[in-house]
């Protein structure tokens, strides 16, 4: 019913499309708008994940000549979606292109490049996303810079990479994890536990929580509380990859004990 409504907004809306300057010369794309309905109608569709609606859209604002730099980060959006990276790439820079202190975008395409193990490159992107002073959310670019640092092996660049994320934003559920998963990884078990209990207070039937406090008191040999942990996570979302994990440490418990 949703996604009628969506259609019928969109439908509708095609012809809002509203051009700015000189009427007699509407070949100029610099002078072309897009409405801001027409736009939050394309973003109901992409939350509602009807990408090839979203997609039709798209085409009508390419088709007429509209330079938006908000659409072509959707549109990369999708490439991403539907894992078409270079295409991706392609629309990011040119959103940057029109506005080279988005961001957003900025950090986006600094996701793809490590995906990718371009990481020089995807360095150099979720720094420029860091450093611009108007970023509404910074905490999600030093979180994968962090990320990237992990992937090098550079695990004090890492730590200080999320431990920045969370001073720019005390609930970030992500850093508090991966933060978790670094400590751990170092046998920092006491560091490890202190962070996983942060992020279970932000996320607290989140199943990777409890797989983490499940490896943690394995680790510490707490064997009756990792069980239940592991048990919590195949409570939580049975078939999920963080149930798979819980399972095979059941069953590796089992084994041993």
Same mark, same amino acid.
């Given at each position: 019913?949703?996604?009628?409504?969506?259609?019928?907004?969109?439908?509708?809306?095609?012809?809002?499309?509203c051009?700015?300057g000189?009427?007699?010369?509407?070949?100029?794309?610099?002078? =072309?708008k897009l409405?801001?309905?027409?736009?939050?109608?394309?973003?109901? @569709?992409?939350?509602?994940?009807? %990408?090839?609606?979203?997609?039709?859209g798209?085409?009508?604002?390419?088709?007429? *000549?509209?330079?938006?730099?908000?659409?072509? &980060?959707?549109? @990369?959006?999708?490439?991403?979606i539907?894992?078409?990276?270079?295409?991706?790439?392609?629309?990011?820079?040119?959103?940057?292109?029109?506005?080279?202190?988005?961001?957003? @975008?900025?950090?986006?395409?600094?996701?793809?490049?490590? /995906? /990718? /193990?371009?990481?020089s490159?995807?360095?150099?992107?979720?720094?420029?996303?860091?450093?611009?002073?108007? %970023?509404?959310?910074?905490?999600?670019? &030093?979180?994968?810079?962090?990320?990237?640092?992990? =992937?090098?092996?550079?695990?004090?660049?890492a730590?200080?990479? %999320?431990?920045?994320?969370?001073?720019?934003?005390?609930?970030?559920?992500?850093?508090h994890?991966?933060?978790?998963?670094?400590?751990?990884?170092?046998?920092?078990?006491?560091?490890?536990?202190?962070?996983?209990?942060?992020?279970?207070?932000i996320?607290?039937?989140?199943?990777?929580?409890?797989?983490?406090?499940?490896?943690?008191? @394995?680790?510490?040999?707490?064997i009756?509380?990792?069980?239940?942990?592991?048990?919590?996570?195949?409570?939580?979302n049975? *078939?999920?990859n963080?149930?798979? =994990?819980?399972?095979?440490?059941?069953? =590796?418990?089992?084994?041993?004990?």
């Amino acid at each position: 019913m949703q996604t009628k409504k969506i259609i019928t907004l969109l439908l509708l809306l095609s012809c809002f499309i509203c051009f700015t300057g000189c009427s007699h010369n509407p070949k100029n794309a610099e002078e =072309r708008k897009l409405s801001e309905e027409f736009y939050q109608n394309l973003l109901m @569709a992409f939350n509602a994940r009807d %990408y090839q609606l979203v997609k039709t859209g798209l085409d009508e604002i390419n088709k007429a *000549g509209i330079a938006d730099k908000r659409t072509m &980060y959707l549109e @990369a959006l999708i490439d991403i979606i539907q894992n078409m990276p270079d295409k991706a790439i392609t629309k990011l820079q040119d959103a940057i292109a029109l506005d080279p202190e988005f961001s957003e @975008a900025h950090n986006t395409l600094g996701t793809v490049y490590m /995906q /990718q /193990q371009q990481f020089s490159l995807a360095q150099t992107e979720f720094l420029r996303a860091c450093e611009n002073p108007l %970023y509404l959310t910074p905490e999600k670019a &030093y979180h994968n810079l962090g990320n990237l640092y992990t =992937r090098q092996e550079k695990l004090e660049q890492a730590q200080g990479c %999320y431990l920045k994320a969370i001073e720019l934003n005390h609930d970030y559920f992500p850093s508090h994890y991966e933060l978790s998963r670094l400590y751990l990884n170092s046998n920092r078990l006491d560091l490890a536990a202190r962070e996983i209990e942060k992020a279970k207070k932000i996320a607290p039937e989140h199943p990777g929580v409890w797989l983490q406090i499940g490896d943690i008191e @394995a680790t510490r040999g707490e064997i009756d509380l990792a069980v239940a942990a592991y048990k919590k996570v195949i409570k939580l979302n049975p *078939g999920c990859n963080f149930a798979d =994990r819980a399972s095979q440490e059941l069953d =590796r418990i089992n084994k041993t004990y």
